[in-house]
């Protein structure tokens, strides 16, 4: 779903080759795509695996606040899309652990990064799902602003990671309108139905400006990435992006932004927003989130419950090769 | 991590009838047959795919990039392999 990878990297130092960092970065500068076996500079691999991981473990994780409502959805109808919609976030994952695994990253080893707390995840899905409304919140608002993000990602400078990017972005249109529809269901509904929605806003709104990383003046390392044309936009441009596009379609839902700041700028034709609580975004990246320990706990017995399915499936497939080889011979 | 490590294999799809199959990612999956569901749950959710194949990653021979010109620049100067290199007058038509 997302990417918050970009706020904490190291800064870069190649005391590589200067030649062929000078000719990697005139073959970025083309618009070239590099590729795995190419050659990259180290701290380029190493942004990227970071990236692309933390990328792939926003998605596995994301799957969590919205599987918490698959089994009381309100129609069959809904729980199909939800279900359809869970299950794209774990093939968005996917997609993306064998983009980082082209690096010479393996699977056990970001997996392990994960569970260990050691790899970071959007803060965003720290958050708790409490009523149904939030399930079309998470698709309008927090798919909404994977998109902005997301868009640019599909020119990454690196092949595999932009090719995940392209498929990622055609399924994600999905999600979105089916957040937006339910939104738009509940709010022509009870009176006590648009309220629940009015209220999952209030609690999805910051969190979602939060997305888009920390402001610009603060935000470190972002040149590096921008340079390798791994980064298009700085995190303010997308997020103005962002609060420009969900202003008018709240406002159409009949919904009030919880922002006593927000004004429309006639000159700039931009929505100017109140100042986002950083003190909060710290602490839920930090993992003092309302469901940080409880998502992790989740993921760990996920992988501990499957250990006896990963380790059977293995001695099966060594059985079975043992077998056809006995007979070949 | 002590756990023994689960195969990766490359995926390819055939997107449609005379298509040929093209490479879209990879899956981990302890045997062929897991790893042609994986790849169907994965990389098919939406029809894209009339046929799968699976390749051991491990099995995949590919040329050095950075050998690249030693392996490709021999056929640059064969420009007479290109049908425009030959003029033929106009009278004659299209050919």
């Avoid at chain 1, 792939?56 to 069959?76: F, Q, Y």
């Avoid at chain 1, 919140?137 to 902005?148: H, K, P, Q, T």
């Avoid at chain 1, 709010?187 to 629940?196: N, Y």
């Avoid at chain 1, 059977?312 to 059985?319: G, M, N, S, T, V």
Wanted: glycine residues 6%; neutral net charge.
């Amino acid at each position: 779903m997302y990417t918050q990878a970009l706020n904490n990297l190291e800064a870069v130092t190649d005391v590589e080759d200067a030649g062929r960092n000078a000719a990697f970065q005139a073959r970025v500068d083309n618009e070239y795509k590099i590729e795995p076996n190419d050659w990259m500079p180290e701290g380029y691999r190493k942004t990227l695996v970071r990236q692309i991981s933390q990328h792939a473990h926003s998605e596995i994780v994301g799957m969590l606040p919205e599987g918490n409502w698959i089994t009381r959805a309100p129609t069959l109808k809904r729980k199909a899309a939800l279900l359809a919609k869970v299950q794209d976030e774990g093939g968005h994952g996917l997609y993306l652990y064998s983009a980082a695994e082209t690096l010479g990253a393996s699977r056990e080893e970001l997996n392990e990064q994960l569970l260990s707390g050691k790899a970071k995840y959007s803060s965003i899905f720290n958050y708790p799902t409490l009523t149904w409304a939030d399930i079309g919140a998470i698709g309008w608002l927090v798919d909404g602003a994977a998109i902005m993000n997301q868009i640019p990602l599909c020119r990454c400078s690196f092949g595999p990671y932009s090719r995940a990017m392209i498929r990622i972005c055609k399924e994600e249109s999905f999600h979105q309108r089916q957040g937006y529809e339910l939104l738009l269901t509940m709010c022509k509904s009870s009176q006590e139905q648009k309220d629940m929605v009015q209220d999952a806003l209030n609690r999805w709104w910051w969190p979602s400006l939060m997305m888009f990383g920390p402001s610009d003046k603060d935000s470190q390392h972002s040149a590096q990435s921008m340079a390798w044309k791994i980064k298009r936009f700085s995190n303010d441009e997308l997020r103005q992006k962002f609060v420009d596009a969900t202003v008018p379609q709240a406002h159409y839902l009949g919904l009030t932004i919880p922002d006593e700041d927000l004004k429309f700028d006639e000159e700039t034709g931009h929505w100017e927003y109140g100042e986002i609580d950083w003190s909060e975004f710290a602490r839920v990246l930090k993992g003092d989130g309302p469901c940080n320990r409880q998502r992790m706990k989740a993921r760990r017995k996920a992988h501990e419950d499957g250990a006896w399915v990963r380790e059977a499936a293995l001695a099966h497939a060594e059985k079975k090769k043992a077998r056809k080889a006995q007979k070949a011979a | 991590m002590n756990e023994k490590t689960t195969p990766l294999w490359e995926v390819f799809i055939r997107s449609r009838n005379g298509m040929a199959h093209r490479h879209c990612g990879s899956v981990h999956a302890a045997d062929a047959e897991m790893a042609l569901q994986a790849a169907r749950d994965v990389y098919t959710r939406r029809g894209e795919g009339l046929s799968i194949w699976v390749v051991p990653s491990a099995e995949i021979v590919a040329s050095d990039p950075g050998a690249k010109d030693m392996m490709f620049e021999p056929t640059g100067t064969k420009i007479y392999r290109h049908p425009t290199f030959y003029e033929i007058p106009e009278e004659v038509g299209n050919m």
